[in-house]
């Protein structure tokens, strides 16, 4: 009888174990982050108001130099995007749009391709 209800417990959990609810694989229980592209959400996020001949001031990570791009983001950033609506049909500002994980993959590509780097770089 101990012997039944042994086997019947090892059976219980290797069954649960390969459920996707108690599996490794289920979102749930093993998020991984997406890998965030910083070239692309610079495009995406920043390019489209900092291009060429833009009003705003046209930007890239080689654009300024190292020290530069962390005082824009440690100081500046907040302040200067603060009442920035998304675009004309999207009300929400641009601070609120942005993540605080894309804000810190932005942050690193410019630093990394700023004027004085090993690597500057555009965001094409």
């Known amino acids: 009888m101990k012997r039944t209800l042994a086997l019947l417990l090892v059976v219980a959990v290797v069954a649960m174990a390969a459920t996707p609810a108690f599996a490794g694989d289920h979102p749930q229980a ?58 004309d049909s999207d009300t929400t500002k641009v601070v609120d749009k942005i993540s605080p994980e894309e804000l810190k993959a932005i942050r690193k590509f410019c630093i990394d391709g700023a004027a004085d780097s090993e690597h500057p770089m555009t965001c094409g």
């Open 30 to 87: 093993n998020k991984k982050a997406k890998k965030l592209d910083p070239k692309k959400l610079f495009r995406e996020n920043c390019k489209v108001c900092h291009g060429e001949d833009s009003p705003n001031g046209e930007y890239s990570p080689m654009f300024l130099i190292q020290e530069q791009w962390q005082q824009f983001f440690d100081e500046d950033y907040v302040d200067t995007h603060k009442d920035v609506q998304w675009s």
